[in-house]
């Protein structure tokens, strides 16, 4: 089948859609895989990241504020955590388990900066870490 081109304004982006028939036969197979284990791909409250617009703006001098796409982890690990006892020949037992459990954390991410100008002007640089992927990490 051939794609679907549509064009719009160089501002915004551009689309294209594709139909093909292998698709269906991979989609199905991922739901089935899906369904084999209790928190899949499918699982809408895995860990992953999710996306959201701030408003930067200097605490204290007069600037123009700038909204920015953000990037957060969310989302859950493993259903269950655990806490072993541990075994000591000691007298006195300072740690007497080892529990695991696993967290929802960035595992890649890359620093961003956006200027802000401000009255006389003058410039102020913020600096943030922006998210591109997120991990089960072992908690701490």
Known sequence: MKPSIIVVPPSSLLLVLMCCPLLSLVQSASSNKASDN?????????????HFVETIAHPIYKCNSKMVLLARCEGHCSLTTRSDPL??????????????????????????????????????????????????????
């Open 38 to 50: 209790k928190l899949g791909d499918s699982d809408p409250q895995r860990c992953m990241r999710h």
């Open 87 to 140: 075994i000591s020949f000691s007298a006195v037992l300072k740690q007497p388990f080892k529990s695991t459990c696993s967290c929802c954390r960035p595992h890649t991410s890359k620093l961003k900066a956006v200027r802000l100008r401000c009255a006389g002007g003058t410039r102020i640089t913020a600096t943030y870490r922006y998210i591109l992927a997120c991990n089960c990490e072992e908690c701490s």
